[in-house]
């Protein structure tokens, strides 16, 4: 699927027990793929785990991202689907390079999910403070609302989160919030330990 001005890629080849193109077995779903991958602009692997679970492979399957880094669990995040949500698979002109349900499903699921959690193709002014979508608008609420921060100590977070996006050292994540919504990036701050949202189309 594409999303407006994002389109996310990741670089490092996916581990999971099930491929592309494997035939999946009846029964429940329940799939973890594992990978070592810098989130956080450090230019040191991180674990990023991905757990795909489900009554079978005809029914909603929800995921759960959890980031680890420096063995510390920074995100833990779970999206589930509900069977309306699930019916969107019905319709292959939404997706790239499938075409039925189970194939749209499965490539969206063990190869887009995986495949997409570091963005590596954006619009740079979305950094910029009048950016109607980025991180001066989406940042200052993301900050109230995790952390209670305001003012300027809020902006001090979000300059630094800028400024290592200027220099190169950045990296923003891509967490779809489910199927249909567009994802929304978010970057690791060193200050406070955690993800900020930096843009929300």
């Known amino acids: ?50 757990r795909i679970r489900g009554r079978d492979f005809s029914a909603p399957l929800s995921w759960n991202f959890m980031i680890s880094v420096d063995g510390q669990e920074v995100l833990n995040r779970t999206v589930e689907i509900t069977p309306e949500q699930d019916t ?30 570091v963005a590596r193709n954006y619009d740079m002014s979305i950094f910029d403070r009048k ?25 001090s977070i979000l300059a630094a989160i800028e400024r290592r996006f200027r220099e190169g ?3 923003a994540i891509s967490i779809p919030p489910s199927i249909v919504i567009s994802p929304i990036l978010e970057a690791f701050s060193p200050e406070l330990h955690r993800f900020i949202e930096i843009y929300e189309e």
Do not use: W
């Open 1 to 50: 699927m594409q999303f407006g001005r994002l389109s996310a890629i990741s670089l490092l080849v996916v581990t999971s027990q099930i491929g592309c193109n494997r035939p999946l077995a009846t029964g429940p779903v329940d799939e973890m793929i594992v990978r070592e991958i810098d989130v956080t602009g450090d230019a040191r692997p991180d674990r990023v785990t991905l």
């Open 88 to 117: 969107v698979f019905h319709h292959k002109e939404m997706f790239v390079g499938c075409d039925s349900y189970e194939s749209c499903k499965r490539k969206f699921y063990f190869t887009d999910l995986p495949n997409n959690i």
């Open 131 to 155: 950016d109607p979508i980025g991180l001066y608008r989406v940042g200052p609420e993301a900050l109230r609302r995790c952390c209670g921060l305001q003012g300027e100590a809020a902006d």
């Open 169 to 171: 050292k950045g990296v």
